[in-house]
């Protein structure tokens, strides 16, 4: 199953930005994509005035309190958030993927299977410094390999696991196996042992996407660098709709399923929910499915007919925009009735 992985596509790491340029390494795509990325860039960042107020700072301003942060041996080197803004690397394509892979030390993404003794070297014992986050699949840990490659390590929570989470991990460990790109969060292998199930993929230094929408790192997003996520999080989109052997449909498309590097690309996350699309060649147009995703995001004919197709994801992609214009969550209960879910008000 994993043996049969394209591994040509790891050519695509130079070949940045279209998803039409993952497959293509000519010069001419480079730098015909930069050039235009960087008008729209610069001409984001001239109008960015205008949408100061889109920007003004929660007030519940928080200091950063992510572990990851506060441990010096995976502190990113430039984590510091006042690069959200202008400060960047984003003047070219080389500049924009080679320095925000510095975090993979070489270590080729693959579906390797990684034995209990490794997994534990590589989070001493899943120690609860190592700690990054918590989510409905359970525990996640940053971790180094032996040659030094830095890693997320997603554990699964036992109980869960037992009742539903059996399909959603094959799901993940077949999604990621298959996939390869620039904007999406690299696959390096799993372990599934007794009762435990461990995926293993590329660390993302920088915090999620929601996480700087609350300026929980401490600086804001500039316009420009708002634009750019959204391109990257449409590229990563575009390929997994377009540019993967079999149409993948991702169905959990939000924000903190959206990481960032140090230079603020984006890197879609979290595949669990993945599943592969209706082949169209066979003539069908779409999967029925029992209804998985986030309350907020969640395509509303899905919701209805329960059958999944690409555009469920296009939908998430829309609320998505909303909050990284808006900051605003999709559903923000504590406000008045009319403004509370972003599908309604916007
Ligand atoms: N590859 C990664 N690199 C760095 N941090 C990560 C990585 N994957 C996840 N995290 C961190 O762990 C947290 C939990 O991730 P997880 O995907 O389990 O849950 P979630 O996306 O927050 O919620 P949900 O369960 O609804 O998907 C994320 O919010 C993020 O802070
Ligand atoms: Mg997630």
């Given amino acids: 199953m994993y043996g049969g992985r394209n591994t040509s596509s790891t050519g695509s790491r130079s070949v940045p930005y279209s998803p039409a340029?993952?497959?293509?390494?000519?010069?001419?795509?480079?730098?015909?994509?930069?050039?235009?990325?960087?008008?729209?860039?610069?001409?984001?960042?001239?109008?960015?005035?205008?949408?100061?107020?889109?920007?003004?700072?929660?007030?519940?301003?928080?200091?950063?309190?992510?572990?990851?942060?506060?441990?010096?041996?995976?502190?990113?080197?430039?984590?510091?958030?006042?690069?959200?803004?202008?400060?960047?690397?984003?003047?070219?394509?080389?500049?924009?993927?080679?320095?925000?892979?510095?975090?993979?030390?070489?270590?080729?993404?693959?579906?390797?299977?990684?034995?209990?003794?490794?997994?534990?070297?590589?989070?001493?014992?899943?120690?609860?410094?190592?700690?990054?986050?918590?989510?409905?699949?359970?525990?996640?840990?940053?971790?180094?390999?032996?040659?030094?490659t830095l890693v997320a390590v997603k554990r699964a929570k036992k109980s869960v696991y037992d009742k539903h989470l059996g399909v959603e991990f094959q799901s993940e460990i077949r999604t990621l196996a298959q996939v390869e790109h620039l904007n999406l969060v690299k696959f390096f292998g799993y372990l599934e042992h007794g009762d435990e199930r461990i995926v293993v993929v590329e660390y993302v230094p920088n915090g999620t996407l929601r996480e700087h929408l609350d300026c929980i790192h401490g600086n804001f997003l500039d316009l420009a660098a708002r634009l750019d996520i959204a391109i990257d999080v449409a590229h990563a989109i575009t390929y997994l709709h377009m540019y993967t052997d079999h149409p993948i449909i991702h169905r959990d498309i939000k924000s903190s399923n959206i990481l960032l590097t140090e230079n603020f690309r984006a890197k879609v996350a979290d595949f669990g929910f993945a599943r592969l699309a209706a082949d169209s060649d066979s003539g069908v147009t779409h999967v029925s499915t029992q209804v998985k995703g986030t309350a907020g995001y969640l395509d509303p004919e899905y919701l209805r007919t329960y059958q999944l197709t690409e555009k469920s994801d296009v939908y998430s992609f829309g609320v998505l925009l909303v909050e990284l214009v808006t900051g605003r969550r999709p559903i923000e209960p504590k406000r008045e009735l009319m403004e509370r879910i972003t599908a309604k008000w916007v």
Avoid: W
Avoid at 44 to 61: E, H, I, K
Avoid at 79 to 99: F, H, M, W
Avoid at 109 to 138: C, D, H, W, Y
């Fill in 21 to 148: 340029s993952v497959y293509s390494d000519t010069s001419t795509t480079r730098s015909s994509t930069s050039s235009s990325r960087s008008s729209v860039a610069s001409a984001a960042r001239s109008v960015a005035g205008v949408f100061v107020s889109c920007f003004t700072p929660p007030v519940d301003t928080r200091s950063s309190t992510k572990s990851f942060a506060d441990s010096d041996e995976f502190k990113p080197a430039a984590s510091d958030a006042l690069r959200a803004g202008s400060e960047r690397k984003r003047g070219s394509n080389r500049g924009v993927y080679a320095t925000a892979n510095n975090s993979t030390h070489g270590r080729e993404p693959g579906s390797v299977k990684f034995s209990m003794e490794e997994i534990l070297k590589a989070t001493r014992n899943f120690s609860s410094s190592f700690k990054v986050g918590q989510g409905g699949f359970g525990t996640v840990y940053r971790g180094r390999l032996e040659d030094g």
